[in-house]
């Protein structure tokens, strides 16, 4: 397989490229200036998409999955969180994806193949307090995912959405934003959690290989989006005593 990987020098896209390289697979590694990959590619940067065509084309010919992994970490109150920060993110983690996206359609279109795998969060598919741009943003990239697979299954184009709980990596490392009391419950949740990147890419392909439009990677996030859809009662308790512990953290009355 001929597969591009964005955000490849860190975390999930570190480990996927990893996994697939043991098996054989062709990856072209991008992310950020300065970090130890294959090519430059800030998915905020139409020429750096243009570049990531072309250099695709010379090596191969050709794509069979593109992987829009690259992503920052944000959120905040309601009344904590800037408009800046909604932008930023939203430039980031929805518009880097859509910028990927079309970037790639119309050679998948031509080839009659290809799959784009888009990771978006369990914050996409349940959202907790406190991360309204995140979670925003990420049930975005659901809906950019799904609408990506009806609109090409007619090519032979297929579209995943990745929807992982946390896991630890350096996403940390990439949040910004006013809520202090926020960022210190995500790092704590990154940080703390039992799930390394390792774990979640080799679930990650595991999906891909069997075609899956929806792949929730880890238990707990397979529990909690169970949760949403079969015991609504008991998961708005779940989210509303969540909401309350933030309150409690801010000391807010
Ligand atoms: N770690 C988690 O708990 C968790 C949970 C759910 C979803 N995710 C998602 O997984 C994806 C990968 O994150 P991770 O946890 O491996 O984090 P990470 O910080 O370890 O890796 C993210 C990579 O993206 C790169 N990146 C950031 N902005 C970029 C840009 N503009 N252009 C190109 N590259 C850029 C960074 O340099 C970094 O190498 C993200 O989309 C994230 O939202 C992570």
Known sequence: ??????????????????????????????????????????????????TAFEEVQTRWGGLDILVNNAGVAGGGRLDVATLDEWRWITEINLFGAVRGTRTFVPLFKRQRSGHIVNVASLAGLVHPAGMASYNAVKAAVVALTETTGHEL???????????????????????????????????????????????????????????????????????????KQTDRMNYELMMRAQADKLHRLAGEP
């Open 153 to 227: 299954a007619a090519y032979g184009v297929r579209a995943s959405v990745v929807c992982p709980s946390y896991f630890r990596t350096n996403l940390m490392d990439s949040l910004q934003g006013a809520d202090t009391v926020l960022a210190g419950v995500m790092a704590h949740l990154v940080e703390s959690s039992p799930l390394s990147a390792h774990d979640i890419a080799a679930s990650v392909i595991a999906g891909i290989d069997a075609g899956h439009e929806l792949i929730v990677p880890d238990v707990a996030a397979q529990s909690a989006w169970k949760m």
């Open 1 to 50: 397989m001929r597969i591009l990987v964005t955000g490849a020098a860190s975390g999930l896209g570190a480990a996927l490229t990893r996994a697939w390289r043991l098996r054989g697979d062709d990856v072209l590694a991008t992310d950020l200036a300065g970090q130890d990959v294959d090519l430059t590619l800030d998915i905020t940067n139409d020429d750096d998409w243009a």
